[in-house]
């Protein structure tokens, strides 16, 4: 059979087109597809491919995108980067922050202490009082009065008369004024000198004299003081230990009394009233001694 045409494409692709020559026998295999179903596999396999091709392109661009990120991640967070060889150009920067040392070097004080010894020494003196008694001698001077009686007798012839005269002469008495108490009778205590003294000073002011007009005797008052340093009480004795003022029960800084005496006694006396009773002691020497509050 030459010259046979078996078939012709309908244009599709592939054409399968069959031709048989030279008394050789030409079998023509039809296959049975039809040219929509062959269409969709085409359209389905371009549709494959363009996925392929976009899921290929996108899993790059994130992959890129990750190693950027890595990057910049790692420049934010670490003060030293080591540099990245990437297809992309990137700056590496890189920040130093300056460290700062601080040395605290302990200072030591050192105190000493030196302690401070004080002695105390406590002197006592004993004096003796010394009484001197003055006598004044006090003159009395008694006159009695002379009576003159003249008479005179007269003789007349008639009459005798006789006169009595009487003169009578009267003395007056003359007072004596005394001399008044000396302060300086008294013995007066010193302070010892100590630090701090036990026996402070005596000391008497405001001494006053007064006469009596009608009997001439002299009555003289004068102060008597002594003084505590502060934190300190005083404490007075009379006649080296014949006790003292009532003062001395409020244990004061500062204790004054009063002393008097009279010229016709000559003796300094303390006089104090207590709940309506008077108390009187003569005094014949005054001594002062300073402790340091108790109970106060």
Known sequence: MDGVTLGVGN???PDLDVTSSNNRTCSRVIIATSSEKLSTIFRFQFVLKCVMKWFSTL????????????????IATSPTTEPTTTTTTTELTTTTEPTTTTTTTPTTTTTTTTPTTTTTTSTTTTTTPTTT?????????TT?????????????????TTTTTTTTTTTPTTTTTQTPCNPDAINYGMGD???PEVAVDVDYTNVVSTT???TGVVTTTMTVTCSAINGYNVYMIFNNGQGGPADNQNMPQTISISLSCTSDTMVWNYIVTINGVTYTRAVTAVDCQQAMNAGK
């Open 11 to 13: 244009g599709g692709d």
């Open 59 to 74: 899993l790059y661009i994130l992959l890129i995108a990750s190693r950027i990120h890595i990057i910049y991640s790692c």
């Open 133 to 141: 008694t003055t006598t004044t001698p006090t003159t009395t001077t």
């Open 144 to 160: 009695t009065p002379t009576t003159t009686t003249t008479t005179t007798p007269t003789t007349t012839t008639t009459t005798t």
């Open 193 to 195: 000198g100590g630090t």
């Open 212 to 214: 009596d007009t009608t």
